[in-house]
């Protein structure tokens, strides 16, 4: 498959995930369509799992390029890109749901705690047990794809080939959940804090799933002029469908939960990695896949706007499927709009000719 190809299917199994976590959120916000329905529609949650396991993919795919291109990849450049993709955009959520919109119904928004605003804005929040989500929703999972960049950059030269890469993760995974746990403790036996002073509680189940991502690169690597067969396909995201299915009912034990989620991962990226996107379903699925970030911070506040402005003007006695089916629809067709216009305004490439400029010496226009 063509790069722009293999790009546009990453792009739809992004689009996949966003679909999947609006779905779930919507789902809380009409509790009435029954407990036995929210919890198959839960079943949205792995989309954060696949956002993970993608951006290990892109990333390696991205250094990969660079290479080739006879290009110097040092962390200072990689974490310098990383961070202008990834700060922007999340600050200009935390402004706008610490100050505009704190009222939401996914964050009780507290900007007078002012050591958490500073640690969201340094994308430490996951890493801090109150501070996870304390502005923005679903922060938690910036923060770690912050992590995953400085422990990707620390690991750049290790990313040559599929063993030294697995080996030198899991070490990096060790010494994180490892120190993250002696911290823990420590804090629990000192006067510093409490038992929930610190946090990361994302990090022993999560992790693995970026390395599956890294995996699946390295295997697509040496599938390079074979495609996938259907049948192939088919029982990959087959397999990644049980595994994500039995996720939490699976193996008990830490460790043989996170084996479990990260072999789904990479089942379900390598199942679609190379997979042609047509048709206009396909072409709306990679439309959302591009704005999958923005779309992720926005579509929250999209929750309370159409459930104030379309589900409350429904009739009384209208059924629940009708209400949860308005509220899918009409979340998913506010966010890409208003996403959109987010990634215009606060946009990576915009930053990045400013830096430019600014390290050129020029006057950057304004």
Not at 86 to 110: D, E, K, M, R
Not at 221 to 230: C, I, P
Not at 250 to 272: F, K, M, N, T, Y
Request: net charge positive; hydrophobic share 55%; aromatic share 14%.
């Amino acid at each position: 498959m063509s790069d722009a190809g293999r790009l546009a299917s990453i792009d739809a199994l992004r689009g996949v995930a966003v679909l999947g976590v609006v779905t779930m959120h919507c789902s809380l916000a009409v509790p009435s369509i029954g407990w036995a329905w929210m919890q198959f529609f839960a079943i949205g949650q792995y989309g954060v799992d696949l956002f993970f396991a993608i951006s290990g993919f892109v990333l390696c795919e991205a250094v990969e390029r660079r290479r080739r291109r006879g290009d110097t990849v040092s962390r200072r450049e990689f974490l310098w890109r990383r961070g202008v993709r990834l700060w922007p955009l999340y600050a200009a959520g935390i402004w706008f749901y610490g100050w505009v919109y704190p009222q939401n119904s996914f964050s009780a928004a507290q900007i007078d705690d002012f050591g958490g605003v500073i640690g969201n804005l340094l994308l430490f929040n996951g890493w801090q047990l109150g501070w996870e989500n304390l502005l923005v929703p679903g922060g938690w999972s910036i923060s770690a794809e912050a992590t995953y960049a400085l422990l990707f950059a620390a690991l750049l030269p290790w990313l040559r080939s599929i063993k030294t890469a697995v080996l030198a993760w899991t070490v990096a995974v060790g010494i994180v959940c490892g120190g993250g746990e002696t911290l823990r403790a420590w804090l629990v036996s000192s006067a510093v804090g409490g038992s929930d002073a610190a946090s990361g509680y994302w990090a022993g189940g999560y992790m693995p799933t970026f390395l599956g991502g890294v995996i699946v690169w390295f295997l697509s690597r040496r599938a390079e002029g074979r495609t996938l067969t259907w049948r192939q396909r088919g029982m990959g995201a087959g397999m990644a469908a049980l595994l994500f299915a039995f996720r939490d009912v699976g193996p008990d034990g830490e460790w043989q939960r996170v084996i479990w989620i990260g072999a789904a991962s990479a089942l379900a990226v390598w199942a679609v990695a190379d997979l042609a996107v047509g048709g206009w379903p396909g072409r709306a699925l990679v439309g959302l896949g591009q704005l999958s970030y923005g779309a992720y911070l926005v579509h929250f506040a999209m929750i309370d706007v159409v459930e104030v402005l379309v589900v409350a003007g429904l009739p009384v006695g209208a059924s629940s499927g009708v209400m949860f089916g308005l509220m899918c629809v009409g979340v998913v067709a506010f966010t890409m709009p208003v996403a959109w216009l987010v990634e215009q305004v606060v946009s990576p490439r915009m930053w990045r000719e400013l830096i430019v400029r600014l390290r050129a010496g020029e006057n950057p226009a304004p």
